[in-house]
């Protein structure tokens, strides 16, 4: 008898009456909401593939408005900041970008753009992934709009280039407030400030004061600080102790894809990009969110990082009874093992993967 049978007898032998009511909708909630797709290079395209293939059974109330856009551009085609913009809401692949040659990143100009000041990342241990460490729960809360990723290089002389790192306390304040409220809205205990200020005593000096200033805002919550290097050799020794963690923007990036690795890989952890009137999902660790060619080629790509991730924009659009059961067919397809790619041990397609999570949708 397969999972989904058992289940399914199960559910004959429990009273509706045990199902509580976590939403009430206002008129109006289940209106259908148009949403910017961007495939993106890579596996992008199966892994939105597999999103669409999801939506569509569960008959979620979204209709997506598909661009093409790939890291190779010059720039985010001005049609696809307008549909972003009118939508509010965009899910995407990976965009490649160049290294080196003087080709800047897509992914940071459309962060730029919209003004998606904040990046999250949840990286939690998945029920039926082996790993070193269990109870991992972190939630990596990454500034996104400035630090070493402001784009400010030049050439001094020959041979010589200068590269600015920019710290403001207007960006500081509002990333360290993005993340205490997070705390205090999904009933977190502690929000970790992450930093090398010992050296760069200004630039991370000013990021730690804006964190401590907020801080004193949130008595109930708990607030630490770690220097970075310390930060990554606690993460791989004890990653249990870390709850929210607050970054700086290149530090937010290294911490991250750190902690993807430790619980799970990156091809299961969720992840987005929100600002003050838009919001865009996509994988979670940015390691990996492009893929091998052999895993496009073979068709292999792993789609959960981005079912989750899509799971994290169904809440967004306030439809949490269908992420609910897209996050319960996901875990299910996981811990039941049958259908893995090869990152999970498995060596499944993408499609196959997909197809079972179509099968364990109630």
């Known amino acids: 008898m397969s999972r989904r049978q058992s289940l399914q007898i199960l559910k004959k032998f429990i009273p509706s009456s045990t199902r509580s009511v976590t939403y009430m909708p206002r008129p109006g909630d289940g209106s259908t909401r148009k949403v910017t797709l961007i495939p993106g290079d890579g596996i992008g395209p199966l892994v939105t593939g597999a999103v669409e293939q999801v939506m569509d059974a569960m008959h979620a109330p979204i209709v997506f408005d598909k661009y093409e856009v790939h890291g190779d551009m010059k720039k985010i085609p001005e049609g696809v900041l307008e549909s972003i913009r009118e939508n509010k809401v965009c899910i995407k692949g990976g965009l490649m970008t160049p290294v080196g040659g003087g080709v800047s990143s897509l992914n940071v100009h459309l962060r730029k753009e919209l003004d998606l000041y904040a990046s999250l990342v949840h990286c939690f241990n998945v029920k039926g992934i082996q790993t070193r460490h269990d109870n991992v729960d972190i939630v990596v809360i990454r500034e996104n709009s400035e630090g070493e990723y402001a784009?400010?290089?030049?050439?001094?002389?020959?041979?010589?280039?200068?590269?600015?790192?920019?710290?403001?306390?207007?960006?500081?304040?509002?990333?360290?407030?993005?993340?205490?409220?997070?705390?205090?809205?999904?009933?977190?205990?502690?929000?970790?400030?992450?930093?090398?200020?010992?050296?760069?005593?200004?630039?991370?000096?000013?990021?730690?004061?804006?964190?401590?200033?907020?801080?004193?805002?949130?008595?109930?919550?708990?607030?630490?600080?770690?220097?970075?290097?310390?930060?990554?050799?606690?993460?791989?020794?004890?990653?249990?102790?870390?709850d929210v963690m607050v970054t700086p923007n290149l530090y937010g990036n290294l911490v991250s894809n750190v902690a993807a690795g430790i619980a799970g890989g990156t091809g299961v952890m969720p992840g987005g990009n929100v600002g003050p009137e838009h919001a865009v999902f996509e994988q979670g660790a940015s390691a990996g969110n492009v893929g091998k060619i052999e895993l496009v080629e073979q068709k292999k790509a792993n789609p959960v990082a981005l079912l989750l991730s899509s799971a994290m924009m169904l809440r967004h659009l306030q439809f949490p009874s269908f992420a609910d059961?897209?996050?319960?067919?996901v875990q299910h397809v996981i811990e039941e093992g049958k259908y893995r790619t090869k990152d999970l041990g498995g060596n499944s397609t993408t499609q196959q993967v997909v197809d079972a999570v179509l099968a364990n949708l109630d």
């Open 151 to 242: 784009g400010l290089e030049h050439e001094v002389v020959p041979g010589v280039v200068e590269s600015l790192k920019v710290i403001t306390k207007f960006c500081s304040e509002r990333i360290a407030k993005y993340a205490f409220e997070y705390a205090y809205l999904n009933n977190r205990k502690k929000v970790t400030a992450v930093h090398k200020a010992n050296i760069m005593k200004l630039a991370d000096g000013l990021f730690l004061e804006s964190c401590r200033e907020i801080a004193a805002q949130y008595p109930t919550i708990e607030y630490n600080e770690i220097i970075v290097d310390n930060c990554c050799m606690q993460l791989v020794s004890r990653p249990e102790q870390f």
């Open 325 to 329: 059961r897209l996050e319960t067919a």
